[in-house]
């Protein structure tokens, strides 16, 4: 049984950081390419950062130079390093293990909220 449990969400300052963790068991995890997604309160769903299995990465613009994805192999886990945090980054976030071509199911953790208020 494919899970993904993400943690380290909480309560911070604007222009604070916050370090989230996707912890991933029941798949050979070195093979996929991972992804960070967010959802606001009354938006859909938006991709935030992937990282593949090789360690490159990609993000969005909304958060480019202030996110960084990375992931331990050996650890089974991914994580978000969130910088400079902005009132809008306010959202839930799950990790998402891609889909290869062939796999008959899409993978995501339950989410973990942010928030960032004075």
């Known amino acids: 049984q494919v899970q993904l449990v993400e943690s380290g969400g909480g309560l911070v300052q604007p222009g604070g950081s916050l370090r989230l963790s996707c912890a991933v068991s029941g798949t050979i995890f070195s093979l996929y390419v991972m992804d960070w997604y967010r959802q606001a309160p009354g938006n859909q769903r938006e991709w935030v950062a992937s990282?593949?299995?090789?360690?490159?990465?990609i993000y969005a613009n909304s958060v480019k130079g202030r996110f960084t994805i990375s992931r331990d192999n050996a650890k089974k886990t991914m994580y978000l390093q969130m910088d400079k945090l902005k009132p809008e980054d306010t959202a839930v976030y799950y990790c998402?293990?891609?889909?290869?071509?062939?796999?008959?199911?899409?993978?995501w953790g339950q989410g973990t909220q942010v928030t960032v208020s004075s």
């Open positions: 998402r293990r891609h889909p290869r071509e062939g796999d008959k199911q899409d993978y």
């Open positions: 990282i593949s299995s090789g360690g490159t990465t």
